[in-house]
């Protein structure tokens, strides 16, 4: 009999008082809920949220949710009944009672651990050698023009994971580069006025995730400033792929979530 494959349930927390966080279980049963000792515990005073309002089971190598609260859960927008289950598949999201907290669920195999992942994970912030361009020297100089910061190499595959959140949507990547633009044919499709087919690509060079320009016209922006080929994304950096939008921001650990 082959062995049970280790899978990694992801939570992001999209909207909510735990808004931003990562949260990674490898347990069989994950709870949700007001209770102490719940693996996704929302603060006691969020009252919409039941103390144990819901619940992911594995089920072989499927994961179902049942609610258990009065309040319902839904599923991507459709309410599950207050005793009732669903299938989970990777990319949906979950919203704990009508407006309250919103998460998505995603799912990973990974083989090269057994042991759970932590619930919190702390990611290592990298520095290059390479200063910025400072609050001070940007005042003196053109707010306008363009940043110029050429990639040290040309992109080159890397074994280095991604994770965009835009709208509902969450994707995962396990490898970059990854191209986002208007065309079906890119890694990430977003429909957008503003977008070209091709638009962007982001990459991972000598410890930093990159952003080049794939519109040859400026149309890219990074805290406000259009830039000039590629440059290095850092956290807290908002990317803004057009003047109309949609706009990112940068997290450690190579997280991209879109601001409202």
Not at 28 to 43: A, K, L, Y
Not at 54 to 82: C, D, H, Q
Not at 229 to 248: E, K
Request: charged letters at 25%.
């Amino acid at each position: 009999m082959a062995e049970k494959p280790n899978i990694i349930v992801t939570i992001v927390h999209i909207e909510g008082p735990l808004k931003g966080e990562i949260q990674e279980f490898s347990e069989n049963e994950i709870r949700i809920g007001r209770n102490v000792g719940s693996h996704v515990q929302f603060p006691g005073e969020i009252l919409i949220v039941s103390r144990d309002h819901a619940r992911i089971i594995r089920e072989g190598n499927r994961f179902k949710l049942f609610n258990n609260s009065e309040n319902m859960t839904y599923l991507n927008g459709k309410p599950v009944e207050p005793g009732a289950e669903a299938y989970l598949k990777s990319g949906d999201w979950l919203m704990f009672a009508q407006g309250g907290p919103k998460v998505s669920f995603l799912t990973k195999i990974d083989e090269s651990r057994p042991a759970p992942a932590p619930a919190r994970p702390v990611y290592e912030e990298k520095k290059i050698a390479e200063p910025r361009i400072t609050k001070d020297r940007a005042k003196e100089e053109n707010p306008s023009a363009p940043i110029h910061k050429p990639p040290a190499r040309p992109p080159q595959p890397s074994q280095t994971p991604l994770l965009i959140r835009y709208g509902p949507m969450l994707k995962r990547f396990s490898s970059l580069p990854v191209t986002i633009g208007n065309s079906d044919q890119c890694d990430l499709n977003i429909k957008h006025d503003g977008i070209n087919d091709e638009h962007i690509q982001i990459y991972f060079s000598q410890g930093e995730y990159l952003v080049k320009d794939l519109t040859g016209r400026g149309a890219v922006l990074i805290n406000g400033r259009p830039i000039d080929g590629s440059t290095a994304l850092r956290p807290d950096d908002h990317l803004q792929l057009s003047s109309q939008g949609p706009t990112f921001r940068f997290l450690d650990g190579g997280r991209l979530d879109e601001v409202n």
